[in-house]
C-alpha cells in the first residue's frame, strides 16, 4: 500500500481507540478530576480568566487546557466525553505532527509512518490521552513549534517563522515556560545542521511580538487588576516548582531515570540496542545527536527539578519516536530477531495478563471477554509473522495491533472498577438517581473534584486537618468561598455547619468514619449507603 494511505488509515485506527469508549468512566481524582471540574466551573460561569477549583480560584496553570475543555462541554455537555474529547484530539494532532516532522527530516514517508506508530505505542501518551492535564497539550504545541521551525529553516518562508512563535505562545498558555525547553534545546543543535536561509529582519520582531502579545496577555490582564499575581506566579508557581517540594510531588533524582525506560516500552528497549549498533550516526552535527539531545537535556533538567510527576516528560518522546523509526529503518535484516524479542516479549506479557487476569483474585472486575479478545491477538500477531509481510514492518504492525488493544481494554477495565480506580461516578449517580441533587451536598476532610463535577453544581467541603483542603484564598474578592470551604477547627464556622444541616443535606465520606466528636451530625441523618471507600449518609 502506499504509505500515505496507510497513514490514513492508521490515524483512523488510532482515532477510533481513542475516542470510542473514552467517556464510559467518570473522571478519576486527582488531576484528571480537578482540571474536568475548573473547566466545568469556568463553563457554567462563563469567567473564562479567572479559573476556579471548587468555589476558590485557583491560578495553578494559564487557562488554555480549561478554556478547550470547557468548549468539549459546550459541544457534547458536562460529561467524561466533552472533558476528554480535546485531548484525544490533541494526541491525533500529534500523530500528524511526527508523521509529517519524520518526512521533513528524513523524507521517507514509510520511516515517518513508523514514527507515527511507534510514538502511539508509547505507553506515557496512552497514559497523556486518558488523563486530562495540560501535558497533552503542552506536547502538541512543542511539537507543532519544532515543526514549524524546521519548516522555516528548511524554506525561509515566513510564515513558518509565525507558526513557531504562535505555537510556543499557546504552549505558555497551556503551561508556562515550561513549552520551551524541548523545543529550544532541539533547535540549538539542530541550526548546526541546517543554514538558515533569513537573515535577521523586521519578521523575526514581528513574529517575537506576536509571541509576546499573545503569551503575556493571560498574565498583564490578571496583573493589572492585582500585582501580586505576578509575583505568585513567577515565585511559587514556576521557580519553586523548580526548586521546592511547593505541591508535595518530590520525587528523587532518579524518577525520570527510571520510569521514563518504562513509559517508553517495548521501543526504548530497541532504542538502546540501535543506538549501539548505529553509533556513528550520532555525531554532534547531524539530525540524529539533535534529537537525541532534545530527548537526554530536558530529561536531566527534569530529574533536576524539584516537582516530578510522569507526565512532565511526554514531550520528549515525539522526537524520539522519530529517533527510533529512522534507526530502525537503517539497521540490517539480519539484527531484526532482537527487535522483534523485545516488541514480542513486551507484547506477550500485556496479553498474558489480559488472560490470567479474570481467573485471579485481584478485587478488580475483569471481563472474561478480555480474555478471549486477549487469545485472538495473540492468534493475529501469529499470522502476521507467518505471512510475507516486510520483515520490518512486523514488529511495527505488532506494536500497533497490541496498543490498540491495550487502549480499548484498559478503558474498559477503567469503566467496569470505576470506584476502586478513584472515579466517584457511581457514588454521584446514585444521589442524582435518588433525588437528592437538590440538597447541599458535604463532603468530609477531603477534596473532591470528582464530585462537584458528577453533580454538575457546587459542594461543601468540611475541613478537619486534611492538608488537600488547604486553600490558597489570597486572591478573592470576597467571602462567598467560605460558604463552600468550613474549617471545623474554628467554631464561628462549625456554627454555621449547624444552620447548614438544620434541613435535609447529603454528607460523603472518603475512607474514614466521622470523630467521636462530629457524632451529632452523623446523626442528621437516617439513611446510610456504603460503596466501597465511600458512605452516604442522608
Known amino acids: 500500500m502506499k504509505s500515505k494511505l496507510s497513514f490514513n488509515i492508521f490515524l483512523i485506527i488510532a482515532a477510533f481507540s481513542l475516542l470510542i469508549n473514552v467517556g464510559s468512566y467518570g473522571v478519576i481524582e486527582s488531576s484528571d478530576a480537578r482540571y474536568a471540574e475548573i473547566s466545568r466551573a469556568m463553563y457554567e460561569s462563563g469567567d473564562y480568566m479567572h479559573p476556579n477549583l471548587l468555589d476558590v480560584h485557583h491560578y495553578h496553570k494559564p487557562p488554555f487546557t480549561y478554556q478547550i475543555t470547557a468548549l468539549g462541554y459546550k459541544i457534547f455537555g458536562v460529561n467524561a466525553f466533552g472533558a476528554r474529547f480535546f485531548l484525544q484530539l490533541a494526541i491525533i494532532l500529534q500523530l500528524i505532527l511526527v508523521y509529517r516532522l519524520s518526512i521533513l527530516l528524513f523524507n521517507n514517508k514509510k520511516t515517518a ?32 513549534s519544532i515543526y514549524s521551525w524546521v519548516r522555516y529553516r528548511k524554506s525561509g518562508i515566513f510564515k513558518w517563522l509565525y507558526a513557531f512563535t504562535l505555537s510556543l505562545a499557546l504552549g505558555f498558555l497551556s503551561k508556562g515556560p515550561v513549552i520551551f525547553i524541548v523545543p529550544i534545546i532541539f533547535i540549538l543543535f539542530y541550526n548546526r545542521t541546517e543554514e538558515a536561509k533569513r537573515s535577521f529582519s523586521i519578521h523575526h520582531i514581528a513574529a517575537w511580538s506576536l509571541f509576546l502579545v499573545i503569551s503575556a496577555s493571560w498574565f498583564v490582564y490578571l496583573g493589572y487588576n492585582n500585582p501580586s499575581f505576578l509575583d505568585y506566579f513567577l515565585g511559587k508557581q514556576t521557580a519553586d516548582r523548580f526548586s521546592k517540594n511547593a505541591f508535595g510531588r518530590t520525587e528523587p533524582f532518579w524518577y525520570f531515570l527510571a520510569f521514563a525506560p518504562l513509559v517508553g516500552l517495548p521501543w526504548f528497549l530497541a532504542f538502546i540496542y540501535l543506538l549501539k549498533d548505529q553509533k556513528e550516526l550520532l555525531k554532534t552535527k547531524t539530525i540524529h545527536f539533535a534529537m537525541l539531545m532534545a530527548f537526554v537535556i530536558p530529561l536531566i533538567f527534569f530529574s533536576i527539578s524539584s516537582s516530578k510527576r510522569i507526565l512532565y516528560i511526554l514531550p520528549l518522546y515525539g522526537l524520539l519516536a522519530i529517533l527510533i523509526a529512522d534507526l530502525f529503518s537503517r539497521i540490517k535484516t539480519e539484527k531484526i530477531k532482537t527487535i522483534n524479542g523485545f516488541i514480542l516479549g513486551f507484547s506477550g506479557l500485556i496479553l498474558l495478563t489480559f488472560i490470567i487476569a479474570p481467573f485471579i483474585n485481584t478485587g478488580m472486575n475483569f471481563p472474561y471477554y478480555l480474555a478471549a479478545a486477549s487469545l485472538l491477538v495473540v492468534v493475529m500477531i501469529f499470522l502476521l509473522y507467518k505471512s510475507k509481510e516486510e520483515i520490518k514492518f512486523k514488529p511495527i504492525l505488532t506494536s500497533l495491533i497490541v496498543t490498540v488493544f491495550l487502549l480499548i481494554g484498559a478503558s474498559t477495565i477503567l469503566a467496569k472498577n470505576e470506584l476502586k480506580v478513584n472515579a466517584s461516578k457511581p457514588v454521584t449517580d446514585f444521589i442524582i438517581n ?105
Request: hydrophobic share 40%; charged share 20%.
Open 113 to 144: 509512518l513508523w514514527s507515527a506508530i511507534i510514538y502511539f505505542s508509547f505507553p506515557l501518551v496512552l497514559m497523556s490521552s486518558r488523563n486530562l492535564t495540560t501535558d497533552a497539550f503542552l506536547a502538541t504545541f512543542a511539537l507543532l
Open 434 to 538: 435518588e433525588g437528592l441533587n437538590s440538597r447541599d451536598v458535604l463532603v468530609y476532610n477531603i477534596r473532591k473534584s470528582s464530585i462537584a463535577f458528577g453533580l454538575n453544581k457546587s459542594i461543601i467541603s468540611l475541613y478537619n486537618g486534611h492538608s488537600s483542603l488547604n486553600r490558597e484564598t489570597q486572591f478573592e474578592t470576597d467571602l462567598n468561598w467560605k460558604k463552600h470551604l468550613i474549617n471545623l477547627k474554628n467554631p464561628t464556622e462549625l456554627e454555621s455547619l449547624h444552620q447548614i444541616v438544620a434541613k435535609p443535606t447529603v454528607l460523603l465520606l472518603y475512607k474514614k468514619q466521622l470523630p467521636e466528636k462530629l457524632n451529632w451530625l452523623a446523626e442528621k441523618y437516617t439513611h446510610k449507603k456504603v460503596m466501597e471507600k465511600w458512605t452516604i449518609l442522608y
